[in-house]
Nanobody, 115 residues
Framework: QVQLVESGGGLVQPGGSLRLSCTVS???????MAWYRQAPGKQRELVAS???????NYADSVKGRFTVSRDNDKKTVDLQMNSLKPEDTAVYYC??????????WGQGTQVTVSS
């Protein structure tokens, strides 16, 4: 059974920073890990991903502000978010994609950017 547990969300002022972390139980090293987010009334969207070889991919809206990283020994994937904007407000979800229909999600963590 794969479990993903996120932590690190919260309330931050515009321009501030937050670091999200996701801890995975089960297999970790071979799989791409990603962060998604879903704002109220909007579809879930990919924020950033990091492959098994640590190649990264970012949504245009977060390039230069967010950094995704993974630690294969600790089985964690982090999302460092800097220069946060109100439009970054959303529930952030950790994802492990094993291909086909094998995609696993965490429970989500709320990020609110507001003054």
């Amino acid at each position: 059974q794969v479990q993903l547990v996120e932590s690190g969300g919260g309330l931050v002022q515009p321009g501030g920073s937050l670091r999200l972390s996701c801890t995975v139980s089960g297999l970790f090293r071979p799989y791409t890990m990603a962060w998604y987010r879903q704002a109220p009334g909007k579809q879930r969207e990919l924020v950033a991903s990091v492959g098994s070889g640590s190649s990264t991919n970012y949504a245009d809206s977060v390039k230069g502000r967010f950094t995704v990283s993974r630690d294969n020994d600790k089985k964690t994937v982090d999302l460092q978010m800097n220069s946060l904007k109100p439009e970054d407000t959303a529930v952030y979800y950790c994802n492990q994609d094993r291909g086909g229909d094998r995609s696993y999600w965490g429970q989500g963590t709320q990020v609110t950017v507001s003054s």
